[in-house]
């Protein structure tokens, strides 16, 4: 492969990486933070409010260690609270704050226009196109690590 076409994808990447998504300058937040969040809300439906760190980690394919980390920022934040399950302690149960649930609706309404944006300015083809072309970057990179761990 060319060297100049990997240099390409790398500045691509890291372009897109900076550029990132624009979020309401209101919350202090980064995406994948929005992302915790917004799978507690998804959550919040559930009886019992609790959260599953595995259930996250997979939807999310964010380590434990760090969903754990955001959860902490997002406590003292306050985005989010936390206790213990008095009938399971090993369960936790987790909740969007007021503030928390808020900050979840600006930033939803502004992710939502940007993307829309986006999409109008691709095109229908292009974006689906777009995200066919994602989805095999990323299962390359999986496949490439996997192979790397069973080295």
């Given at each position: 492969m060319d060297r100049s076409l990997k240099e390409e994808i790398v500045k691509?990447?890291?372009?897109?990486r900076k550029v990132g998504?624009?979020?309401?300058?209101?919350?202090?937040?980064?995406?994948?933070?929005?992302?915790?969040m917004r799978r507690i809300e998804e959550m919040s439906t559930l009886a019992d409010n609790s959260i599953n760190l595995s259930e996250i980690h997979c939807n999310l394919h964010i380590?434990?260690?760090?969903?754990?980390?955001?959860?902490?920022?997002?406590?003292k934040k306050g985005y989010i609270q936390r206790s213990i399950d008095v009938s399971d302690r090993?369960?936790?149960?987790?909740?969007?704050t007021e503030n928390g649930t808020m900050v979840v609706?600006?930033?939803?309404?502004?992710?939502?226009?940007?993307?829309?944006?986006?999409?109008s300015r691709l095109g229908d083809e292009n974006t689906k196109?777009?995200?066919?072309?994602?989805?095999q970057v990323s299962d390359i990179s999986e496949e490439l690590k996997d192979q790397s761990h069973t080295v």
């Open positions: 691509a990447l890291f372009r897109f998504m624009i979020l309401p300058k209101s919350a202090d937040l980064n995406m994948t933070e929005l992302l915790v380590t434990k260690s760090a969903i754990s980390q955001m959860l902490n920022s997002l406590e090993r369960r936790v149960l987790v909740n969007l609706k600006e930033t939803k309404e502004s992710v939502n226009n940007h993307l829309g944006e986006i999409v196109r777009l995200i066919s072309l994602l989805e």
